[in-house]
């Protein structure tokens, strides 16, 4: 008879933890998205938040939502599943999971499709009727790529650093 902890984070709390952590580390004063890429064998392969490219000061590019396209954020940020994607440098990512706490966009499931990601674990999907997302969920579905929504645990997980 085992004396050992059973109250452990399955590997789903884990990888979506890990990756809303990710997300704590955007500059992005409205959206923090973080995605974290798991191996078939649970092993964490790369993470990434959605924020600005290597080189471009986080001080110096707008964070706005609203006005002119090139004072805007959204012409300047990579979203948190290519960063992952562009961090990964261990070779092929095929069959891979992506836990990511907002549904990919139709630019990231591109990305998503050709580096061979087989899952995608989301928990939110708050913009679920864009153009951006039903073109994503289009593409994964003819692509063959597997989604679905994280179920929440409602355990609370802290930390103190």
């Given at each position: 008879?085992?004396?050992?902890?059973?109250?452990?984070?399955?590997?789903?709390?884990?990888?979506?933890?890990?990756?809303?952590?990710?997300?704590?580390?955007?500059?992005?004063?409205?959206?923090?998205?973080?995605?974290?890429?798991?191996?078939?064998?649970?092993?964490?392969?790369?993470?990434?938040?959605?924020?600005?490219?290597?080189?471009?000061?986080?001080?110096?590019?707008?964070?706005?939502?609203?006005?002119?396209?090139?004072?805007?954020?959204?012409?300047?940020?990579?979203?948190?599943?290519?960063?992952?994607?562009?961090?990964?440098?261990?070779?092929?990512?095929?069959?891979?999971?992506?836990?990511?706490?907002?549904?990919?966009?139709?630019?990231?499931?591109?990305?998503?499709?050709?580096?061979?990601?087989?899952?995608?674990?989301?928990?939110?999907?708050?913009y679920a009727l864009t153009?951006?997302v039903l073109a994503s969920?289009?593409m994964m579905d003819a692509?063959?790529?597997?989604?679905?929504?994280?179920?929440?645990?409602?355990?609370?997980?802290?930390?103190?650093?």
């Amino acid at each position: 008879m085992s004396d050992k902890r059973k109250d452990y984070i399955s590997w789903d709390e884990y990888f979506m933890s890990v990756a809303i952590l990710s997300g704590m580390r955007s500059k992005d004063p409205n959206t923090q998205v973080g995605a974290c890429i798991v191996s078939s064998d649970n092993k964490i392969l790369s993470m990434g938040y959605n924020g600005l490219p290597i080189g471009c000061s986080d001080d110096e590019f707008p964070w706005a939502r609203e006005g002119e396209a090139l004072e805007t954020k959204y012409v300047y940020t990579v979203h948190s599943e290519l960063n992952a994607i562009l961090n990964y440098r261990g070779g092929s990512l095929e069959g891979a999971k992506l836990y990511v706490s907002l549904f990919p966009c139709n630019e990231c499931a591109k990305a998503i499709i050709q580096a061979g990601i087989k899952t995608v674990v989301y928990d939110e999907d708050k913009y679920a009727l864009t153009p951006a997302v039903l073109a994503s969920k289009r593409m994964m579905d003819a692509a063959g790529v597997r989604y679905y929504r994280y179920q929440r645990t409602g355990r609370k997980i802290e930390i103190e650093v």
